[in-house]
């Protein structure tokens, strides 16, 4: 299948800082990027859904001025965790999709985020 | 999107075929069957989809039956390495929405 790729895996960082993750689609074009955040023991929630060139369109209770989400090009996304607090803490997952529906979505392995 | 329910957990012995049942009794009709599955700490991978006929890969076979109200993911021959947590999702838009899935663990 195809690749999507996040870095960091795994990041610490400090309380009031903010962090940014990328996602990218190695070989293919994907109009459309999904966030994700899974807490332990828990399923995956969907935070957002991006495309390239317009503005994210973000689910219900996600606050968008602290998840900022920009999808600059069709191969990437990058989610930036602003003025993080030990509860954002958590399992950050991307997906992209070559078309907007009915084809399959393709994950990142995910990037761990410690707020300490 | 419809909804879907999934038990929380199975058991199969390894090389053995694993039965993974969802029910979808409110799916319309042009929404996607998709399955996923999540090894501890890793992103989703997909596995198979389809709309109302089977649908088999390299991975696993998709039964949905003639309603559509439900459906079947079949992995042939159990290993280890298939101990994870399976996902089905209902859905004809643009995002998939995952539930709580079920705890698939293959045992020696």
Known sequence: GAVVSQHPSWVICKSGTSVKIECRSLDFQATTMFWYRQFPKQSLMLMATSNEGSKATYEQGVEKDKFLINHASLTLSTLTVTSAHPEDSSFYICSARVYATNTEAFFGQGTRLTVV | ?108
């Open chain 2, 1 to 108: 999107d419809a909804k879907t329910t999934q038990p929380t957990s199975m058991d199969c012995a390894e090389g053995r075929a694993a039965n993974l049942p969802c029910n979808h009794s409110t799916i319309s009709g042009n929404e996607y069957v998709y399955w996923y599955r999540q090894i501890h700490s890793q992103g989703p991978q997909y596995i198979i989809h389809g709309l109302k006929n089977n649908e088999t890969n390299e991975m696993a076979s998709l039964i949905i039956t003639e309603d559509r109200k439900s459906s079947t993911l079949i992995l042939p021959h159990a290993t280890l390495r298939d101990t994870a947590v399976y996902y089905c999702i209902v859905s004809a838009g643009n995002k998939l929405v995952f539930g709580a899935g079920t705890i698939l663990r293959v045992k020696s």
